[in-house]
């Protein structure tokens, strides 16, 4: 049996490498990007160990080189990576039909994904466009914002108690772990319409974080696909047991959802969520079917997965931003107090329109610190020619967000953190990027973040909320450390401990 693999295993690899050499003489003609060489097959090896995110320096160095846009091999598949922000509009917004697509999922993803049956993996086409448009007009359409508004404040009360109870003790704050548990009650309740019982909201998330921390290590399983289940079987095992795990919690909450819908008669007390909307969906170019368990739990999973991480994330770096820099701090109290009565108990969100120093601190920490160095990979639809070179259709885009952020020919002293560039006759930034890409945390073109105005309206509300409730300070002696670390998004190396105390007015 053994002897029978390993015959196997050489004759795949035989004939991958003669494969592999025919494709490369045959592209070569074409003019792809430039990049460094790769060995057949394997191309960088480096990619087995080190997520996209932990490439960055390694992509800088290559730049210098080979120039914004360039070419590497990553076991099978071929990536180019685009870093100048002219070339991002040219293909996100000119060419965004073409750029639109999405790479095929991998073995485990397709696991994760219901076979790429969710917005942010689903191929450019008419699931991707019926998906997206269920989340805009059902969900995040202002009017559905609206109703939420006492879920916003019944999660920032809730964060402000356990904010409270650290600083009693007397030790630092530690921020992040308090950010991610409030924003992800609030994408709970708006998933389900309703407050669900601690533990259960304790047991979701603990299955959300192994399974957060295990995609890095699904890279694994792009190379040699058909025998990586072997090769990694214990990997294999432990996405499939996540799985297993997130519909055994997630299954009951939607069939009582279900059921809720169907025996409910008081519409007054019925708030409309995001499972609802699920539950009526129907797949026209599917024969009009519904949606099965499966495919809700992964819809439910990326709608919580990706409005939690990103945008607490973006939270701690703001907040980092502004312990750091007590005169900033200070001119957004300044600015509230103008704006509101001194005597508030809290920052409405009718009062926010009237803040631009707070919507530019929140600008400029996603300029400096965006919570994703990296747009989600892009594919072309066919084969395409962007500043005389060739994408070939398979090939994998991935656009550099930071370093558009932080391009020096765009943005002065781009690595110090200056709200005022946005304020007050500073630079004037459209952050869909449509008319001109400076900077792009929610990516650009059609592909753009469906929840950038509920991102938006959170990390302004609980930015201008935290400020006012209390007086954030460092911890006597240290320094704020903005280093950063890869995770699911590019978090603190050392996350946020401050000393907090309430405001007295």
Same mark, same amino acid.
């Given at each position: 049996?053994?002897?029978?693999?390993?015959?196997?295993?050489?004759?795949?690899?035989?004939?991958?490498?003669?494969?592999?050499?025919?494709?490369?003489?045959?592209?070569?003609?074409?003019?792809?990007?430039?990049?460094?060489?790769?060995?057949?097959?394997?191309?960088?090896?480096?990619?087995?160990?080190?997520?996209?995110?932990?490439?960055?320096?390694?992509?800088?160095?290559?730049?210098?080189?080979?120039?914004?846009?360039?070419?590497?091999?990553?076991?099978?598949?071929?990536?180019?990576?685009?870093?100048?922000?002219?070339?991002?509009?040219?293909?996100?917004?000119?060419?965004?039909?073409?750029?639109?697509?999405?790479?095929?999922?991998?073995?485990?993803?397709?696991?994760?994904?219901?076979?790429?049956?969710?917005?942010?993996?689903?191929?450019?086409?008419?699931?991707?466009?019926?998906?997206?448009?269920?989340?805009?007009?059902?969900?995040?359409?202002?009017?559905?914002?609206?109703?939420?508004?006492?879920?916003?404040?019944?999660?920032?009360?809730?964060?402000?108690?356990?904010?409270?109870?650290?600083?009693?003790?007397?030790?630092?704050?530690?921020?992040?772990?308090?950010?991610?548990?409030?924003?992800?009650?609030?994408?709970?309740?708006?998933?389900?319409?309703?407050?669900?019982?601690?533990?259960?909201?304790?047991?979701?998330?603990?299955?959300?974080?192994?399974?957060?921390?295990?995609?890095?290590?699904?890279?694994?399983?792009?190379?040699?696909?058909?025998?990586?289940?072997?090769?990694?079987?214990?990997?294999?095992?432990?996405?499939?047991?996540?799985?297993?795990?997130?519909?055994?919690?997630?299954?009951?909450?939607?069939?009582?959802?279900?059921?809720?819908?169907?025996?409910?008669?008081?519409?007054?007390?019925?708030?409309?969520?995001?499972?609802?909307?699920?539950?009526?969906?129907?797949?026209?170019?599917?024969?009009?079917?519904?949606?099965?368990?499966?495919?809700?739990?992964?819809?439910?999973?990326?709608?919580?997965?990706?409005?939690?991480?990103?945008?607490?994330?973006?939270?701690?770096?703001?907040?980092?931003?502004?312990?750091?820099?007590?005169?900033?701090?200070?001119?957004?109290?300044?600015?509230?107090?103008?704006?509101? #009565?001194?005597?508030?108990? %809290?920052?409405? *969100?009718?009062?926010?329109?009237?803040?631009?120093? /707070? @919507? +530019?601190? =929140?600008?400029?920490?996603?300029?400096?610190?965006?919570?994703?160095?990296?747009?989600?990979?892009?594919?072309?639809?066919?084969?395409?020619?962007?500043?005389?070179?060739?994408?070939?259709?398979?090939?994998?885009?991935?656009?550099?967000?930071?370093?558009?952020?932080?391009?020096?020919?765009?943005?002065?002293?781009?690595?110090?953190?200056?709200?005022?560039?946005?304020?007050?006759?500073?630079?004037?930034?459209?952050?869909?990027?449509?008319?001109?890409?400076?900077?792009?945390?929610?990516?650009?073109?059609?592909?753009?973040?469906?929840?950038?105005?509920?991102?938006?309206?959170?990390?302004?509300?609980?930015?201008?909320?935290?400020?006012?409730?209390?007086?954030?300070?460092?911890?006597?002696?240290? #320094?704020?450390?903005?280093? %950063?670390?890869? *995770?699911?998004?590019?978090?603190?190396?050392?996350? /946020? @401990? +401050?000393? =907090?105390?309430?405001?007295?007015?």
């Amino acid at each position: 049996m053994e002897m029978w693999f390993l015959i196997y295993i050489s004759l795949s690899l035989c004939t991958a490498v003669a494969l592999k050499l025919l494709f490369t003489t045959a592209i070569k003609s074409r003019k792809l990007p430039p990049g460094p060489p790769a060995l057949p097959i394997l191309g960088n090896p480096l990619w087995l160990t080190k997520s996209l995110l932990d490439l960055e320096p390694l992509l800088r160095q290559l730049r210098a080189g080979y120039g914004p846009i360039l070419t590497l091999r990553i076991g099978p598949r071929t990536l180019i990576f685009i870093s100048d922000r002219s070339l991002a509009h040219k293909a996100l917004i000119q060419k965004g039909s073409v750029f639109s697509d999405r790479p095929p999922a991998t073995i485990a993803g397709r696991i994760l994904t219901s076979n790429q049956h969710n917005i942010n993996s689903a191929g450019y086409g008419p699931l991707w466009r019926l998906l997206r448009r269920n989340l805009m007009s059902e969900i995040l359409h202002p009017t559905r914002i609206k109703i939420y508004s006492q879920a916003r404040k019944w999660v920032f009360q809730n964060l402000t108690t356990e904010l409270v109870g650290q600083a009693a003790s007397g030790d630092p704050v530690l921020v992040m772990q308090c950010l991610q548990h409030a924003m992800f009650c609030l994408l709970l309740f708006m998933c389900f319409g309703q407050r669900l019982d601690e533990r259960v909201v304790k047991e979701i998330q603990n299955i959300h974080r192994r399974l957060i921390r295990s995609f890095a290590g699904l890279n694994v399983f792009s190379f040699l696909p058909r025998i990586g289940r072997i090769i990694f079987r214990k990997r294999w095992n432990g996405v499939l047991q996540m799985r297993r795990e997130l519909e055994d919690v997630l299954t009951p909450l939607i069939r009582a959802r279900r059921d809720q819908n169907q025996s409910s008669s008081d519409e007054d007390s019925f708030l409309f969520s995001y499972v609802d909307s699920l539950l009526a969906l129907e797949l026209q170019e599917e024969g009009g079917r519904k949606l099965t368990e499966g495919e809700m739990i992964t819809l439910c999973s990326e709608f919580l997965n990706a409005g939690t991480d990103t945008t607490s994330t973006s939270l701690q770096w703001i907040m980092a931003n502004l312990v750091k820099h007590q005169d900033v701090q200070q001119k957004l109290v300044e600015e509230m107090e103008r704006v509101m #009565e001194k005597e508030a108990e %809290e920052v409405r *969100e009718e009062d926010l329109n009237g803040m631009l120093y /707070l @919507k +530019a601190v =929140i600008m400029e920490g996603l300029r400096r610190h965006p919570p994703g160095h990296f747009v989600l990979p892009h594919a072309v639809s066919e084969e395409v020619n962007l500043e005389g070179y060739v994408i070939p259709k398979g090939a994998v885009i991935n656009f550099t967000v930071a370093e558009m952020g932080w391009d020096e020919k765009v943005w002065e002293e781009p690595m110090a953190f200056r709200p005022e560039r946005f304020f007050d006759g500073g630079e004037v930034v459209d952050i869909t990027g449509s008319r001109e890409i400076k900077m792009m945390p929610f990516g650009a073109g059609r592909r753009i973040c469906p929840g950038l105005n509920l991102a938006m309206l959170h990390l302004e509300y609980f930015v201008a909320n935290l400020v006012w409730e209390f007086e954030w300070k460092p911890v006597d002696g240290k #320094e704020i450390d903005l280093s %950063e670390k890869s *995770e699911f998004t590019v978090v603190m190396k050392e996350p /946020l @401990k +401050a000393k =907090i105390t309430r405001r007295t007015r």
